[in-house]
């Protein structure tokens, strides 16, 4: 996985394209931000002025993503620290990785036979 600036920042209606096909997954507006969930658990929301995006991430690994790209990772506000989250800017990132970000994200919070979807199999669903 890389995470250079990209040239193109991706936007929400990005992750939109993306999210509009994968099992069980709804968009959620709630107190003035936009969500996405699978069933009550939230596993992408935005700032409100959409420049930022949460996300579903292993707690275990999230100090590395952070040392590692700190240009394009930032920490969860204290609050959220106890939770499996990661927060990207979304001007650091291109249409690739977004969808890495957006299905390994996803796959975290559906049972496991949707989980073992492959990212081929996610795609197709997507042109369907």
């Known amino acids: 996985m890389t995470y250079p600036l990209s040239e193109m920042a991706v936007r929400i209606d990005d992750v939109r394209d993306l999210t509009a096909r994968l099992p069980r997954s709804y ?19 935005f700032s409100r002025d959409e420049t930022l995006m949460g996300f ?23 609050s959220d620290m106890r939770y499996q989250w990661l927060v990207v800017r979304l ?21 496991k036979k949707l989980a073992s979807l492959s990212d081929d199999e996610l795609r197709q669903q997507e042109v369907a």
């Open 27 to 45: 968009e959620v507006f709630v107190r003035g931000r936009i969500k996405f969930r699978v069933g009550r658990i939230v596993y992408l929301a």
């Open 91 to 111: 001007e650091a990132i291109d249409k690739d990785e977004l969808r890495e970000l957006v299905f390994d994200a996803w796959r975290m919070v559906v049972p």
């Open 56 to 78: 579903a991430f292993p707690k275990e690994e999230r100090e590395a993503a952070l040392e590692t790209y700190p240009d394009t990772f930032l920490r969860p506000k204290p």
